[in-house]
């Protein structure tokens, strides 16, 4: 176990909250791996499955960024994103935009809070981190070429029987690296400079 100071604000003042983590991070981060997995095999859809094996694996470890009501809706809501936007590839991998809407419950601001600063940090955070690792890994973000990259192929995912095949060898396709990513992001710049032992 370990503690982490997250500086918050009230009326204007900084204030330091003592969270506790009930893990490791390097076991939140691994049970974020494995509910990938037990999440792929499952729900199928790579949207839903990143989004909920980050936010289970955080709250997991002591950390909630969404209550589990609420976590069920977008859970529903990032279904759309499947195979690079409703299965036409041609769109950004469903991974990462459910990896981004994570990192911004996470890492982001309020209405009441937000100015240009915070939300240019947001997206420089988001672009220097999980855009970053997309690009050095895929070289793009976009479904079509991570799947080529990735298997050297692409399927019609909006063909029955091609998404079928697909499903028989995907083992995750970007679910599980971007899962195991999102959840180290968002630990480590949360409490970046914060840890106590």
């Known amino acids: 176990m370990f503690f982490v100071s997250k500086p918050k604000e009230k009326d204007g003042v900084e204030i330091s909250l003592m969270l506790k983590l009930k893990k490791t991070e390097k076991e939140i981060i691994n049970k974020s791996s494995e509910l990938a997995i037990e999440y792929e095999a499952q729900y199928k859809g790579c949207g839903q499955c990143t989004f909920l094996a980050v936010v289970d694996a955080l709250r997991w470890g002591g950390l909630e960024i969404v209550p589990e009501n ?3 809706k977008i859970f529903s ?3 759309g994103f499947t195979g690079g936007t409703s299965m036409v590839i041609d769109g950004t991998c469903g991974a990462i935009n459910a990896g981004i809407i994570v990192m911004g419950l996470a890492l982001g601001t309020t209405r009441d809070s937000q100015d240009e600063v915070s939300l240019r940090g947001l997206c420089a955070t988001i672009r220097n981190t999980i855009l970053d690792k997309f690009y050095r890994e895929y070289n793009s973000i976009l479904c079509r070429d991570i799947l080529n990259k990735y298997f050297g192929k692409v399927w019609n995912l909006t063909d029955d029987e ?3 095949d ?3 060898v995907s083992r ?3 679910i599980i690296q971007t899962v195991t990513w999102t959840t180290e992001i968002i630990l480590d710049e949360q409490y970046k400079g914060k840890r106590e032992n």
């Open 70 to 72: 609420l976590a069920e």
């Open 162 to 164: 091609a998404s079928n």
């Open 166 to 168: 697909f499903l028989q």
């Open 77 to 79: 809501a990032v279904g």
């Open 172 to 174: 995750g396709c970007a």
